[in-house]
């Protein structure tokens, strides 16, 4: 059926009618969609009183559960803490799912439930009940996929180092299996016991991932499959441009999802362009067991810091939640001579799960305060410095980074039936940022001037998403559509002044240089900037062959206005455009633990601006957005306690850069990888994470076709990570780690004329986990980069050294 609506009628802008034109369209689905619930609901109820067999072995009721749900074809939902420690009987013989389910809970003070919009999930035995050896009245049970809500997070897979799933977008929570994409999700227990500062060490896991940054410098940045991906693009569930931007700190993340791949379609357009992948972050939130743990921490070489994670639930079901976290990182010395860190971070997260109606506050504070970062280092001279003669800090002892941010996010999910809801969040945050810097540009000998700069940055950041989603079926066909709405605004300002007192220094033998005066100086920053994005996405998710077969197609709409203030914020620049970024994904499951799937996705980019100088003959000329296409598919294999992941994807981006003097779109990157992820717990007590890419980056259709076919900077052929955790047979409570991170060699430079080594670094740890007068203690030991190999990390932008040998150790109690 078409609906068209008179063109121009209502005298609205061409771009802003289509907009109009496509919500009328999807709201008639949405509508249409949801008086065909009933089917898809009848669908479920055979399914969860059908009869099958199963056969699962006595053991923890986690294995027996997540065993379960294999057989079963079905996901429960829960909180780790509930089964923990517990022990089932195990299953053999023919039963429905709610049979089964109730076998497998006798004796544990646990029962099966039912939530509003059809997930299982597990609930404690009433006390009377358990004293009564009764148990809860029999609850209707009907089979049902896992809930798109972001507030119902998927179950941690076996190990406990990743989930089973992760946020899609605007697609909501899936199950991997279930995803036509490349996606991984990092779990707090991994964060813990790795003891990361920022997201830069959780995602450090990830083969496919690089930071760009060293540890401890002004910001983090990464790498995506051989794409930038700054800091500033992760987003706090799906809201872009909330968290702190230059770097996030890790007390408040429950888990950290990395969706690889172009994804504009389901994240909207990120604020400086996400084609390699995107970043969200998932806030904690309270349990139904009370939290009350202390963490306590050193790493070197001076560094002391306290964490204080306080969580409860109140209210009938334990509808209402809070959860606090507190930490702080005393000023010390760090592994990089002569440089201090100094972090505050203070976060509450406020959470209402009704029946119907599910509502979230998060909000935080973030300080951070770093003497001497190390920076990247810029060539005036085709030698590649020997990374190996640095063993000392080379940034000068008066520079510094000081950031500091506030924010806070509001979400609101609404089922108006069982298989119609809607969503609606909004977060904002106010960034203020100063830094004194000195970029070392250096010669064949490693000397550089130091040239110091201070620039003060002020940032004003809105973000906000709605959506409507329906579930209904068209014969064989289950549909999900959702409509769903994006805003994102920045207002930035900048100031920078260039301070006179240069003096010489060198990479090598670094010498001890003068202060610059930075007295008198207006702290004010004029506005400099404006980014508005606004986007509209509607998707149909269509299950077929009683899910077996899911197929997504969609497209975001996306507008994007950019504007540039001089000194007098006088408005200088203004750029709007509009874009359409069309996707299709498939996923069929060959077996129950076999998915191979395929997607054909864009992403978006803001245009570069032109420098104004004298280099270009279009100073501060605006490019329209740059459109990346992705094709890519994959196998997954999942056994229950391990699994691989296989994908080999190819992604094109138009480059912007200056040739013969004129900046445009003068060439294309085009990346072409083979990935192979593996998490899990193969053999119990030995878990893995890891795995590889490989990466052929080639550019292409540059002009005059110079650098046609040389490898694209910052890209290494192959990336290697396997980590390892064993707990010891011999030692009960003891957990011993290792990990290998292994980047082949990179090129600096269009040419290929300036060659970065390939680097290996290696990692080893323990844990000891045992109590005191009841209150669990776990003690951590880990040491990163342990034999202090110094090699450059990083050709982005420049060179990055290597962290030195850092050695990380922490307590944590629970009282």
Known sequence: MTYQLPEQSSGLPSSQHKIRQTVCHALVVLALGSTFSPITYAQENIAAERQQQYKIAAGSLEDALAEFAQQAGIL??????????????????????????????QGTGLDQVVRENGTWGLRKLPSTQLQQGGSLPEVKVKAGRQSESVEELPQVYNGGQVASGARAGILGNRDFMDTPFSITSYTRELIQNQQATTVADIIANDPSVRSTNARGGRFDQFTVRGFNLPSSNLALNGLYGVVPSYAVAAESIERVEVLKGASTLLNGMAPTGAVGGAINIV?????????NQLTTS?????????????????????????????????????????????????????????AQLKLSLDAGYQQRNIDAPPERVSLDTSIVPDAKRIDRNFAPRWTYTNTKDTYAALRAEYDFTPHFNGYAAIGGRKGENAFLRSNPDIDALGNFATDPSLFYRDERVFSAEAGLRSKFSTG?????????????????????YNLSG???????????????????????????????????????????????????????SQRVQVDTFNASEIRSQHYNQQALTPAAAVVFKLQDNVSIYANYMESLSPGGTAPTNATVNNPGEVLP????????????????RFANTFSLFRIEQPNAFTENRIFGLNGEQRNVGLEWNIFGEPVKGLRTLGGIMLLDSKLTKTVNGTNDGARSPATSRANVNLGMEWDTPFYEGLTLTARTLYSSSQYLDNANTQKVPNWIRFDIGARYVTSANGHPITLRANVENLFDRSYWASASGGLTISTPRTLLLSATVDF
């Open 283 to 291: 806030p904690k939130r309270a349990t139904d067991k009370n939290i």
């Open 502 to 556: 240069s003096s010489n220094s060198n990479i090598y033998s670094p010498t001890r240089t003068t202060r610059p005066n930075t007295q008198g100086f207006s702290q004010h920053t004029p506005k400099s900037g404006l980014s508005d994005l606004e986007s509209i996405a509607l998707t149909d998710a269509i299950s077929i062959l009683d899910d077996r077969l899911l197929v997504v197609i969609g497209a975001r």
């Open 298 to 354: 050193f790493a070197s070489k001076e560094q002391l810091g306290a964490h204080l994670d306080l969580g409860r639930r109140f209210g009938p079901d334990n509808s209402v939640g809070i959860r606090v976290n507190g930490a702080y990182r005393t000023p010390g010395e760090t592994a990089f001579d002569h440089q201090s860190t100094e972090q505050t971070v203070g976060t509450v997260a406020i959470d209402y799960k009704g």
């Open 476 to 496: 064989p066909l289950a549909h999900t559509v959702t409509l769903g709405m994006s805003k994102y605004r920045q207002v930035f300002g900048n100031r920078i």
């Open 625 to 640: 957005p740059i459109k990346s296409k992705q094709v890519e598919t994959g196998v997954k294999i999942d056994n229950g």
């Open 76 to 105: 429960i939902s829960f909180e780790p803490e509930l089964v923990s420690g517990k022990q089932s009987s195990g299953l053999q013989g023919n039963y429905t799912a709610k049979q089964a389910v109730s076998k497998l809970l």
